[in-house]
Nanobody
Framework: QVQLVESGGGLVQAGGSLRLSCAASGRTFSNYDMGWFRQAPGKEREFVAA????????YYADSVKGRFTISRDNAKNTVYLQMHSLKPEDTAVYYC???????????????????WGQGTQVTVSS
């Protein structure tokens, strides 16, 4: 079992920045890849970013590339999502997720991930 708890969401003006955190517990954090997804009202949950267990690889959705950065601190069992140049269309509930399977590439779909956090709301005002 892995428990994930997100924090850091809030209300920000367009062009602003936020940093989300996701604290993990229950299994050795450095043994699994991590991802961030988001879900806007009335829309399906979509992939945002992923990072490998060693932090050697990252992958981003085109919509956030160049604006968001995923990172992790295995000593603190935490993954981060630094978000810059936020847009109203970034408004969503953001979820972190853990992928425990050993794979050659980072997962980008919901079915790739085994455990999910409860989500944190990000609202970007125009």
């Amino acid at each position: 079992q892995v428990q994930l708890v997100e924090s850091g969401g809030g209300l920000v003006q367009a062009g602003g920045s936020l940093r989300l955190s996701c604290a993990a517990s229950g299994r050795t954090f450095s043994n699994y890849d991590m991802g961030w997804f988001r879900q806007a009202p009335g829309k399906e949950r979509e992939f945002v970013a992923a990072i490998s267990r060693s932090a050697g690889s990252t992958y981003y959705a085109d919509s956030v590339k160049g604006r968001f950065t995923i990172s992790r601190d295995n000593a603190k069992n935490t993954v981060y999502l630094q978000m810059h140049s936020l847009k109203p269309e970034d408004t969503a509930v953001y979820y972190c997720a853990a992928d425990l399977a050993w794979k050659f590439s980072l997962g980008t779909t919901m079915k790739d991930y085994d455990y999910w956090g409860q989500g944190t709301q990000v609202t970007v005002s125009s």
